[in-house]
């Protein structure tokens, strides 16, 4: 039996091929800067995915210059301590998982001025796990490409669909999804995972974000 890490990566670098091809037309035929949101649960590979499309479109550039910007949306991680999580309905925590008011102003001001600066959430900030939202001191500063690329759980949610021009949904089985999770996230996994995370993203994906709502599906082929 192959190695999972490998074909953890060979999943990932034939939905990256499939999506490039689609990348690439749309760079042809639309207006720039074009925003693609790559959406998808957790552990369906979309920061794997993204890096490789950006990768493989910015090398092929005549000018020499980036023609995608990738945007991971973990950057924008709003916190929370387990207490105040839990009085919130799964609504209440779908709202306020992602700053995704953080994330419309960047995108408009990518689109309106060319130019886009924020602050991540610290992740290795001892109070990451707080009521009080931890974020890195120096900001980040990008300027936008013909394209630009969120990639992150709930970048496709309906708060920035006018500021998006290619919704995409990365779907892989929920097997090989739960073992890529637990690689990532280690012995976290199993309980706090369940217990904070999942609940969320079932919600967002049936209620809020079902398949019909994407544009482009990413899906494996077929066993058989």
Known sequence: MENYNVMDIRNSQYLAHRLTGDLRSLLSVGTAPIVVALDGPSGSGKSTIATIVADT????????????????????????????????????????????????????????????IWRSFDWDSEDWDTDMIPLKPEPNCCVATPMVLLEGVYSARPQLADLVDLRVLVKIPDAVRHDQ????????????????????????????????????????????
């Open 181 to 224: 999770l637990r690689q990532r996230e280690g012995g976290a996994y199993g309980s706090d995972w369940d217990s904070r995370w999942a609940e969320i993203e079932d919600y967002y994906f049936a209620e809020v974000m079902p398949e019909e709502a994407y544009d482009l599906i990413l899906a494996l082929p077929a066993e058989g």
């Open 57 to 116: 479109l910015n090398a092929e550039s005549m000018a020499g210059g980036a023609v995608v910007t990738v945007i991971e949306g973990d950057q924008f991680y709003r916190g929370g301590s387990a207490t105040t999580w839990d009085k919130w309905s799964v609504g209440e925590k779908m709202n306020h998982v992602m700053d995704w008011r953080c994330q419309r102003t960047l995108l408009k001001s990518l689109l309106d001025t060319g130019v886009g």
